[in-house]
């Protein structure tokens, strides 16, 4: 047996997936409404590195983390700078409005992106180890009409993708003003749940109680059903902040919950937090989530900079729409069936011409029958098919077959190009 039979297929890495012909025309439907939603609210694109100074997650997620503790893949190059891949994208949209001094310009931006992120989490259905997000984000605005803005496109996205099934669950995290007092009265009953908590939550409940909240261990969620509500809390500018988010919503006719344990999982957070959750997978589960943090450019060496903003995940987004209604390949406007050297090769000239025309055509390059090319032009859905051989060519005259209706007609040669364009556009 050969050496190459010998040797092992190599496998995708675990956690990490294809995205195959089929799926990716899903793919870009998606994108191509959000980009068009995107920019008819007045957001430009911004492309991100997807790798950063370890340093920037670590100031702006918050070390207390999952993602920075346990899921970052973090590495050090060859000069001993530590380095990470980007597991999400606000800090680094924020470092580049910092770096590039777009405040001295206008602090007012919106911003748009779409890319791959990178945790090391426990791969499961929607969820991988090199993800997806749509993500979008204001600065320079403190109104709350930014926030609602934000959900409302939310909610507008999901409409034109067919995704009914969702609803917003919002809540409000409060201001440094505020937040203090919320946390003396959460530290009292974490103080009291300490032997039904975790030892991650039991360790963070000194340094970051409200982190506790947002654990996903069923015995520390089961420990904080009864923990107060951060609204009661609030101090009279975030209580007025919050109530002209959900009159507003109300008001424009978008669904919402108040979900009082809904803190977000980034230490950056301030005021209003969001997510979009969903039944469409089962389990009711986030497809969408953001929320304000009008401290985090300050505290990444920026000036004092409001800002908001969400993050979609594109893998379970396009799982959802997939299960719904899934997307199918986009099939040839024209085959073309060619038999003998000769004919290919005017077959293979005119399917260039007509693909720079905007025409799809599909051919095939073996020497192959007329039946088996009729066979491979009905697989790929083709809608019309012509059939060239040298006969024909000698002719002048080629054969358009109609595939629905089974006729067909003879075209000249001279001109086909012309002819073909006008009939199939």
């Given at each position: 047996?050969?050496?190459?039979?010998?040797?092992?297929?190599?496998?995708?890495?675990?956690?990490?997936?294809?995205?195959?012909?089929?799926?990716?025309?899903?793919?870009?439907?998606?994108?191509?409404?959000?980009?068009?939603?995107?920019?008819?609210?007045?957001?430009?694109?911004?492309?991100?590195?997807?790798?950063?100074?370890?340093?920037?997650?670590?100031?702006?997620?918050?070390?207390?983390?999952?993602?920075?503790?346990?899921?970052?893949?973090?590495?050090?190059?060859?000069?001993?700078?530590?380095?990470?891949?980007?597991?999400?994208?606000?800090?680094?949209?924020?470092?580049?409005?910092?770096?590039?001094?777009?405040?001295?310009?206008?602090?007012?931006?919106?911003?748009?992106?779409?890319?791959?992120?990178?945790?090391?989490?426990?791969?499961?259905?929607?969820?991988?180890?090199?993800?997806?997000?749509?993500?979008?984000?204001?600065f320079g605005v403190a109104a709350p009409y930014a926030d609602i803005?934000?959900?409302?496109?939310?909610?507008?996205?999901?409409?034109?993708?067919?995704?009914?099934?969702?609803?917003?669950?919002?809540?409000?995290?409060?201001?440094p003003a505020c937040r203090p007092?919320?946390?003396?009265?959460?530290?009292?009953?974490?103080?009291?749940?300490?032997?039904?908590?975790?030892?991650?939550?039991?360790?963070?409940?000194?340094?970051?109680?409200?982190?506790?909240?947002?654990?996903?261990?069923?015995?520390?969620?089961?420990?904080?059903?009864?923990?107060?509500?951060?609204?009661?809390?609030?101090?009279?500018?975030?209580?007025?902040?919050?109530?002209?988010?959900?009159?507003?919503?109300?008001?424009?006719?978008?669904?919402?919950?108040?979900?009082?344990?809904?803190?977000?999982?980034?230490?950056?957070?301030?005021?209003?937090?969001?997510?979009?959750?969903?039944?469409?997978?089962?389990?009711?589960?986030?497809?969408?989530?953001?929320?304000?943090?009008?401290?985090?450019?300050?505290?990444?060496?920026?000036?004092?900079?409001?800002?908001?903003?969400?993050?979609?995940?594109?893998?379970?987004?396009?799982?959802?729409?997939?299960?719904?209604?899934?997307?199918?390949?986009?099939?040839?406007?024209?085959?073309?069936?060619?038999?003998?050297?000769?004919?290919?090769?005017?077959?293979?000239?005119?399917?260039?011409?007509?693909?720079?025309?905007?025409?799809?055509?599909?051919?095939?390059?073996?020497?192959?029958?007329?039946?088996?090319?009729?066979?491979?032009?009905?697989?790929?859905?083709?809608?019309?098919?012509?059939?060239?051989?040298?006969?024909?060519?000698?002719?002048?005259?080629?054969?358009?077959?109609?595939?629905?209706?089974?006729?067909?007609?003879?075209?000249?040669?001279?001109?086909?190009?012309?002819?073909?364009?006008?009939?199939?556009?």
């Amino acid at each position: 047996m050969s050496q190459t039979t010998n040797q092992k297929n190599i496998q995708l890495i675990r956690g990490f997936k294809d995205i195959l012909p089929g799926e990716t025309e899903l793919w870009q439907k998606i994108e191509r409404t959000a980009i068009s939603l995107f920019e008819d609210f007045g957001f430009r694109e911004i492309r991100i590195p997807i790798m950063e100074k370890t340093e920037l997650f670590a100031r702006s997620i918050g070390e207390d983390t999952d993602i920075v503790e346990k899921e970052m893949y973090t590495f050090a190059d060859r000069r001993g700078d530590m380095l990470t891949l980007r597991p999400e994208a606000t800090a680094s949209i924020c470092r580049a409005y910092i770096q590039h001094k777009m405040a001295a310009q206008d602090p007012v931006r919106k911003f748009y992106t779409i890319g791959p992120m990178f945790r090391r989490e426990r791969p499961q259905k929607g969820r991988y180890r090199q993800f997806y997000q749509i993500d979008a984000e204001i600065f320079g605005v403190a109104a709350p009409y930014a926030d609602i803005e934000l959900i409302f496109m939310l909610r507008t996205l999901f409409d034109r993708l067919d995704v009914t099934d969702t609803t917003a669950h919002i809540n409000s995290l409060g201001c440094p003003a505020c937040r203090p007092r919320f946390k003396a009265a959460l530290a009292q009953l974490l103080s009291e749940a300490a032997p039904k908590l975790c030892s991650d939550c039991n360790r963070r409940k000194e340094r970051n109680p409200l982190r506790v909240l947002d654990c996903k261990v069923p015995g520390c969620r089961e420990a904080m059903a009864g923990a107060p509500s951060i609204l009661d809390y609030l101090c009279a500018d975030c209580r007025a902040h919050f109530a002209t988010v959900t009159d507003t919503l109300s008001r424009l006719g978008v669904p919402f919950e108040i979900d009082k344990q809904l803190v977000r999982g980034l230490d950056y957070y301030t005021r209003t937090a969001f997510e979009i959750q969903t039944g469409a997978l089962g389990a009711q589960s986030a497809v969408a989530g953001g929320g304000r943090y009008d401290g985090l450019v300050e505290s990444l060496g920026g000036p004092a900079t409001p800002a908001i903003g969400f993050a979609i995940g594109f893998d379970r987004l396009a799982e959802i729409i997939a299960a719904g209604a899934p997307v199918t390949t986009r099939p040839p406007d024209l085959f073309i069936a060619a038999l003998g050297e000769t004919a290919r090769q005017q077959a293979f000239e005119w399917s260039v011409a007509l693909g720079v025309a905007g025409i799809g055509v599909s051919m095939v390059y073996a020497d192959k029958s007329l039946k088996a090319q009729m066979k491979q032009a009905n697989r790929q859905n083709a809608g019309r098919v012509l059939i060239v051989g040298e006969s024909e060519l000698a002719a002048g005259t080629v054969v358009l077959r109609d595939m629905a209706s089974k006729s067909q007609q003879e075209i000249p040669v001279k001109g086909l190009i012309d002819h073909l364009v006008k009939a199939l556009c």
